[in-house]
């Protein structure tokens, strides 16, 4: 028998192979976790480990809005009944809260949200429908009988997906005029993740490639009888910083009432305290110091893991409202007319919002957002999809807000009954009368949005309620009449003798007629929903307009209830104070508010403000970015631009937080032991051989 020769491994020769395994281990170890967290993005950016994505369970919270059913409320309850609504609205983002911190619980427990969420939120509630009610029995009258039954609040599950929306399909392709869309309670793939500073969304599949969306933008032909005059104010972009996340439409003496941060100009003073006095003493960021109006809308945030001046605060980070706030480059503000008579003045301290914050939750029926790219927006307005500009494009938000008025209020109880948007004929129902219909349009210089695997990656969005997951049908707008009458005067006579003012000076009568959508500057359009220079019809007047019943509203006089718990808004960005002119001083043209072609449309400006989340009433438009209608009776958004159908069918999660953070670190931190136990050993090995 052959003998074997062959060395069998020492004692040292095996120390040295495990010393060397554990290296070796210990090395990939740390490799693999490095690569891994290096494609993950602070703040909910970018998840693109995709590991983390909420594949079951509780997305959000979606509760019924009590303010929406409140249409009429006693001058004597309102302050207080103002104040009970913004505890609602608390209530939900202290639930949401908890949903979105409590994953682990939730996996352990199929009752956890149940049981310690929405149970106890539903208790909550009813205590406070309750004092509603009580707050209306001591003023004599009695609350609506629904909203006894609006206490319970339900879960929206993860695999939820939103169907194609009527009058947008895949793509974005309208349907026929008219149609409805779906009152689904809200959109799919909402991102989960913990407060604390993330942000809870947005999703791959709230963004599109705005190349790729079918033209979806209708324009009406136009009409005798229109007022085709145009007023242009200019109030700057928020350069100077005013901000708060207060809104004394809705949540008057609430501080934090928006429970998100708005972007202010023209008048200065607006903070959740604010009063008819205060405005008409304030300073004015317009060139014209006879409009001190007040035009806010909530910021946009770039999501690159910029910590911003709020990041720990009530209605910036701690709220999921994260991120790099943007400022517009551009802020169009314009007054048009009416596409078949004559408009009237309208009141001073008028207050009109447009859109609906919690569109998410309460579908789209109230939904008057609209987003595009410069070069686009006579083509392609999206409602619930935030568009992916090419090259050289910039995005755009634009607003057309309610065009008719009941003649008498300058608010209602939800914030929209006073006002309307014209029928599909452009006329005003009801007895409601035409007024100047303003318009906002805002540009920004977005940095471009990639998706990657079914994540993306430097996202952007609006703020908003955290439930709300900052989906882009929440967007929404917000005005306050504070012009001289002498100023609405000159707007009035401008718009009816169909010149060209604002800015520059009078110009010559139009010589196209609008029709009754706002300008987008698009191509050939004045209108978010069409983006030609024809204006869309509205839907009827005898509709309500869209008021941020989300929150508590103001007192049909208008006039904001003082008290509450703080306000005050919050000059960030260089502390430095609006330019104030002395005197008004013209702007060097008024061409900027004239149509302009896809190559120009980098040179317009616009703006937005505050909706809500109230119902209306009538049926849709053909055209205008008003709002169409839903199974309650709201409206849809016009122009044929539905909410567009969802691309991803799965939510996306960004992980945080100190204990999920040693969760994702520890393989690392073991593959270091293992290296450094591995080169202890080779050391002593070494010695030993010595």
């Not at 005059?229 to 708060?244: D, L, R």
């Amino acid at each position: 028998m052959r003998r074997n020769s062959r060395r069998r491994p020492t004692g040292a020769r095996r120390a040295t192979f495990a010393a060397v395994a554990l290296m070796l281990g210990g090395g990939g170890l740390v490799a693999a976790n490095v690569y891994a967290s290096a494609s993950e993005v602070w703040g909910g950016a970018s998840n693109q480990s995709g590991s983390d994505q909420v594949k079951s369970g509780t997305v959000t919270i979606d509760c019924p809005d009590v303010g929406e059913k409140l249409t009429d409320v006693p001058s004597d309850a309102k302050p207080k009944v103002d104040t009970e609504l913004a505890t609602l609205d608390k209530q939900i983002t202290d639930a949401y809260a908890r949903l979105a911190s409590t994953r682990q619980a939730q996996t352990d427990d199929p009752g956890y949200v149940q049981n310690a969420i929405l149970g106890p939120l539903k208790d909550n509630r009813a205590a406070v429908i309750d004092r509603i009610k009580g707050e209306y029995q001591q003023a004599g009258a009695s609350a609506p009988d629904t909203i006894g039954d609006m206490a319970a609040c339900t879960g929206m599950p993860a695999d939820q997906a939103q169907p194609p929306a009527a009058g947008q399909g895949e793509g974005g392709q309208p349907s026929a005029a008219g149609q409805q869309p779906s009152n689904n309670g809200g959109q799919n793939n909402g991102q989960q993740q913990g407060n604390g500073g993330q942000a809870a969304g947005p999703v791959a599949s709230d963004f599109v490639d705005i190349t790729t969306v079918q033209p979806n933008v209708q324009k009406p032909a136009p009409q005798s009888g229109a007022s085709t005059g145009e007023f242009v104010t200019k109030c700057g972009v928020n350069a100077n910083g005013n901000h708060n996340t207060d809104n004394v439409i809705v949540a008057p003496g609430v501080k934090n009432g928006a429970h998100h941060l708005h972007d202010y100009v023209g008048n200065q003073s607006n903070d959740a305290f604010a009063t008819n006095d205060t405005f008409a003493a304030a300073q004015t960021s317009c060139e014209n110091q006879q409009d001190k109006s007040s035009y806010y809308w909530p910021v946009v945030r770039v999501q690159d893991g910029t910590q911003d001046f709020d990041q720990n605060n009530d209605g910036g980070g701690k709220e999921g409202n994260v991120g790099k706030i943007l400022v517009a480059k551009e802020a169009d503000i314009k007054f048009v007319g009416s596409p078949t008579s004559d408009v009237v003045a309208m009141p001073r301290f008028l207050r009109i919002i447009t859109g609906d914050a919690k569109a998410f939750t309460n579908g789209p029926g109230n939904a008057n957002a609209h987003w595009s790219c410069t070069g686009f927006e006579d083509k392609a307005q999206l409602t619930d999809k935030y568009p992916i500009c090419p090259q050289g494009s910039q995005v755009v938000r634009s607003f057309a807000f309610q065009s008719c008025w009941d003649g008498q209020n300058i608010d209602s109880a939800n914030h929209r009954t006073h006002v309307a948007f014209a029928d599909a004929g452009g006329n005003c129902q009801n007895g409601f009368k035409a007024i100047p219909q303003l318009t906002m349009r805002l540009v920004y210089d977005v940095p471009q949005p990639t998706i990657e695997s079914g994540q993306v990656k430097n996202a952007y969005a609006v703020d908003g309620f955290p439930e709300q997951l900052h989906k882009p049908i929440t967007d929404h707008d917000d005005f306050i009449n504070v012009m001289t009458d002498d100023l609405m005067n000159q707007v009035v006579d401008c718009i009816n003798s169909g010149r060209q003012c604002g800015g520059g000076g009078d110009q010559p009568p139009a010589t196209q007629t609008p029709t009754s959508e706002p300008s987008s500057g698009g191509d050939a359009s004045n209108a978010p929903g069409s983006g030609g220079g024809d204006q869309a019809s509205e839907p009827p007047a005898g509709t309500p307009g869209n008021g941020e019943t989300s929150a508590p509203g103001t007192g049909d006089t208008g006039a904001p209830a003082a008290g509450g718990a703080g306000g005050g808004s919050h000059h960030h960005g260089g502390g430095s104070t609006p330019k104030v002119y002395s005197t008004p001083k013209a702007a060097a043209s008024d061409t900027a508010a004239v149509p302009r072609s896809a190559s120009d449309d980098n040179s317009g400006q616009g703006a937005g403000s505050e909706q809500t989340s109230s119902a209306g009433d009538n049926a849709p438009s053909t055209a205008a970015p008003a709002e169409s209608q839903t199974s309650s009776g709201s409206q849809t958004p016009a122009g044929g631009v539905a909410p567009s159908a969802p691309v991803q069918t799965e939510p996306q999660a960004v992980t945080g937080g100190l204990a999920e953070t040693g969760a994702h670190l520890w393989p690392a931190a073991a593959g270091g032991v293992l290296v450094i136990v591995g080169f202890l050993l080779l050391r002593r090995i070494g010695r030993r051989s010595v």
